[in-house]
T-cell receptor, first 116, second 111 residues
Framework: GAGVSQTPSNKVTEKGKYVELRCDPI?????LYWYRQSLGQGPEFLIY????????DSGLPNDRFFAVRPEGSVSTLKIQRTERGDSAVYLC??????????????FGPGTRLTVT | QKEVEQDPGPLSVPEGAIVSLNCTYS??????FMWYRQYSRKGPELLMY????GNKEDGRFTAQVDKSSKYISLFIRDSQPSDSATYLC???????????FGPGTRLSVLP
């Protein structure tokens, strides 16, 4: 079946602009995660959704970052007033619900964001 | 000190070698331990997971967890050029969904 898809694959924007990054999880996966990965680093947790609600947003770095998942499927990560330090690969992952299986996160290919 | 540490490499080995990849961590509450493989410009792919301490084997891969030392390992036997990638360890506790990743070790298996 289809895996996690993310669009766009690459996004170049100017400092100060607003961007939206989209994630389509695997069908039937109720848990969805956003991560940010900088060059030479591991993914850094941003936010976790269980269904439509953000169950843990403790990783969002500041209030310029916001994410939604209105129908419990597709999620959008929104970044306002982008800064050069926001440049990174933004990864989305999904998993089945339930603590026993939640370690099985399936990652998308990521969106490479470059802020000039 | 970072919560999860990993030697960034690069680690270069000849084809057929046994590879040992390691992570250390500081949070004794971590119970779930995962190893991911990430090819260049791709998302991480889950290789192995272990709950609490012990060993787990899957084909050419063996994962070990030593909670007393806060140290986990991934062994790759009969390494192949296709194993060339960055290997990430990740872990979390029993309650949260916040997975903490190491920085990754870049592995090159030379034919």
């Amino acid at each position: 079946g289809a895996g996690v898809s993310q669009t766009p694959s690459n996004k170049v924007t100017e400092k100060g602009k607003y961007v939206e990054l989209r994630c389509d999880p695997i069908s039937g996966h109720t848990a969805l995660y956003w991560y940010r990965q900088s060059l030479g680093q591991g993914p850094e947790f941003l936010i976790y959704f269980q269904g439509t609600g953000a169950a843990d947003d403790s990783g969002l770095p500041n209030d310029r970052f916001f994410a939604v998942r209105p129908e419990g499927s597709v999620s959008t990560l929104k970044i306002q007033r982008t800064e050069r330090g926001d440049s990174a690969v933004y990864l989305c992952a999904s998993s089945k619900t339930g603590q026993g299986s939640s370690y099985e996160q399936y990652f998308g290919p990521g969106t490479r964001l470059t802020v000039t | 000190q970072k919560e999860v540490e990993q030697d960034p490499g690069p680690l270069s080995v000849p084809e057929g070698a046994i590879v040992s990849l390691n992570c250390t961590y500081s949070n004794s509450a971590f119970q779930y331990f995962m190893w991911y493989r990430q090819y260049s410009r791709k998302g991480p792919e889950l290789l192995m997971y272990t709950y609490s301490s012990g060993n787990k084997e899957d084909g050419r891969f063996t994962a070990q967890v030593d909670k007393s030392s806060k140290y986990i390992s991934l062994f790759i036997r009969d390494s192949q050029p296709s194993d060339s990638a960055t290997y990430l360890c990740a872990m979390r506790d029993n309650y949260g969904q916040n997975f903490v990743f190491g920085p990754g070790t870049r592995l090159s298996v030379l034919p």
